[in-house]
């Protein structure tokens, strides 16, 4: 089997700075529908809105403010997941911009990272 195919070379497990690992997780679970657990050693997991990417919160690590490195989350509708993220408390950085190509905007979570969302347009379709 090649590696590919042993999906080598994914994205598979993220750690997000969290200041309240709850506050996080509920936040993640309301705007995107993650799936949060409770692992076998205690820690909240995720598990992203298809399953393929895992990860944990952790505290005593700076949340990733500045722009640098940024994560993208696939939403469907990016005005309806801008106004999920309002409603959820966190603030938006850049409001989706409806007149790109692809639509993207960025928030700051409950602990501060510089989130982003993205949208396919229908006309392009997916990537």
């Known amino acids: ?3 590919t195919e042993n999906g080598f070379g994914r994205i598979y497990y993220i750690e997000i700075p969290a200041t309240d690992i709850a506050t996080s997780a509920a936040f993640y679970q ?8 409770e692992r ?5 997991a995720f598990d992203d809105g298809v399953g393929h990417v895992s990860g944990v919160w952790t505290t005593g690590r ?3 403010a500045d722009p640098g490195f940024r994560l993208y989350i696939s939403v ?3 005005e309806a997941a ?9 603030t938006i950085e850049s409001p ?5 190509v692809d639509i993207v905007g960025s928030f700051r979570d409950p602990a501060g990272n510089l989130v982003c969302i993205h949208q ?3 006309e392009n379709g997916d990537a």
């Open 1 to 3: 089997m090649s590696e």
């Open 30 to 37: 309301t705007v995107f529908g993650w799936n949060v657990r």
């Open 40 to 44: 076998g050693d205690g820690h909240v």
């Open 62 to 64: 700076t949340p990733a």
């Open 76 to 78: 469907e509708d990016a």
């Open 82 to 90: 801008a106004d999920r993220i309002k409603a959820a408390g966190a």
């Open 96 to 100: 989706p911009d409806m007149t790109v």
């Open 120 to 122: 396919y347009k229908p």
